[in-house]
């Protein structure tokens, strides 16, 4: 129910939510981008180069990444602390992984890792707006959008 008041132009008071919704969704395209371009480079758990677990989580957001635009398009609420969670989690590992490396081999590998901080900044300033606004038009509207149920609800 949510994505026909994202999508339609008679709600201009989403407009900034709109922007923001399509910067997130831009974002984990990319990153879904390049978790199919690893796969398919280097195989299903390709990343052989680190532990078990983290080689896990970057193969299971080719997955996650996805879901986040999908969420954010009929689940908002879950969209958007979805995002943060992946962002949060995402920067930490490959902040550790980096630092490994550099520890180890004295390069710093990873030259994509400012603009995934970026990206990460930009979700972790910008979602409390994204959250306050979402929920202010959906009990205006009186509709569920995730985490939050109407007070009309029976349950």
Do not use: C
């Not at 910067?23 to 398919?40: K, V």
């Not at 052989?48 to 193969?59: A, F, H, S």
């Not at 969209?79 to 989690?89: D, H, K, P, R």
């Not at 972790?124 to 939050?148: C, D, H, R, W």
């Amino acid at each position: 129910m949510w994505a026909k008041y994202l999508f339609s132009k008679k709600y201009p008071e989403l407009n900034y939510l709109r922007l923001i919704f399509a910067i997130y969704s831009l974002g984990f395209l990319y990153g879904t981008r390049n978790h199919l371009i690893d796969i398919y480079r280097d195989g299903l758990f390709g990343y052989t180069y680190v532990p078990w677990p983290i080689n896990l989580y970057w193969t299971l957001l080719t997955f996650f990444d996805p879901l986040t635009i999908l969420f954010l398009i009929f689940k908002p609420l879950w969209g958007i602390s979805l995002a943060i969670l992946i962002m949060a989690s995402d920067i930490f590992i490959n902040l550790s992984v980096s630092f490994y490396f550099y520890q180890q081999t004295g390069i710093f590998t990873n030259g994509l890792l400012t603009m995934q901080i970026s990206f990460a900044l930009f979700v972790f300033f910008t979602s409390p707006y994204a959250k306050k606004k979402t929920i202010a038009f959906l009990k205006a509207l009186n509709v569920s959008g995730g985490i939050i149920k109407s007070e009309s609800s029976p349950n």
